[in-house]
């Protein structure tokens, strides 16, 4: 089992900035990726980014946040971040940290982004 403890997230405006964080703990030996979803009122759960944990680390962006936002991971405190900068009023929506490993996906409990035109 995994749990993780989401923290960040609320309102800002338009081209302002975020930073959410996502720190997990218990099986985290068997952790294989770490990373953020969205989903807006009405649409459907989307990979926003996300990065592998183990060698190589490698990162993967939705187009729509590729140069504004930025995954990164602290591996001594198995925690990972995302950093929103030049938030649009697009990017509003209830964001999720998911936990992959080799048995499991785990999901945060949300934590609500708001950008305001």
């Known amino acids: 089992q995994v749990q993780m403890v989401e923290s960040g997230g609320g309102l800002a405006r338009a081209g302002g900035s975020l930073r959410l964080s996502c720190a997990a703990s218990?099986?985290?030996?068997?952790?294989?990726?770490m990373g953020w979803y969205r989903q807006a009122p009405g649409k459907q759960r989307e990979l926003v980014a996300s990065?592998?944990?183990?060698?190589?680390?490698?990162?993967k962006y939705a187009d729509s946040v590729k140069g504004r936002f930025t995954i990164s991971k602290d591996n001594a405190e198995n925690t990972v971040y995302l950093q929103m900068n030049s938030l649009k009023p697009e990017d509003t929506a209830v964001y999720y940290c998911n936990v992959g490993t080799v048995r499991a996906i785990y999901w945060g409990q949300g934590t609500q982004v708001t950008v305001s035109s």
């Open positions: 990065i592998i944990i183990i060698s190589g680390g490698q990162i």
């Open positions: 218990g099986s985290i030996f068997s952790i294989n990726t």
